[in-house]
């Protein structure tokens, strides 16, 4: 079993990047999906939801109207669509699969806003 995470990196106030998150080894369509995000000193804070169909997504308050999850059950990937960045959301981003009892993580991806 593999969440594999991408697209990270460094970016300025304002800016955006999108991550991908790549699963193997399991059947992806059939668990939810999240992100979760962990900054320097601070727990980790669940960022996004999509089930498993994609019909039905959630958001932290800190992110929404700013950041989008999707995914394509037939690429077995999740996204993260984030835009307007702020100096906030510098964080490792994490994938998270869920089904019943039964989860993966991803190893994560820095994401740093920075000027």
């Known amino acids: 079993v593999q969440l594999v995470e991408s697209g990270g990196g460094l970016v300025q106030p304002g800016g955006s990047l999108r991550l991908s998150c790549a699963a193997s080894?399991?059947?992806?369509?059939?668990?939810?999906m999240s992100w979760y995000r962990q900054a320097p000193g601070k727990e980790r804070e669940l960022v996004a939801r999509?089930?498993?169909?994609?019909?039905?997504?959630m958001y932290a308050d800190a992110v929404k109207g700013r950041f989008t999850i999707s995914r394509d059950n037939a690429k077995n990937t999740v996204y993260l669509q984030m835009d307007t960045l702020k100096p906030e959301d510098t964080a490792v981003y994490s994938c998270?699969?869920?089904?019943?009892?039964?989860?993966?993580w991803g190893q994560g991806t820095q994401v740093t806003v920075s000027s």
């Open positions: 999509i089930s498993s169909s994609g019909s039905s997504t």
């Open positions: 080894g399991f059947t992806f369509i059939g668990y939810v």
């Open positions: 998270y699969a869920w089904k019943f009892g039964i989860d993966y």
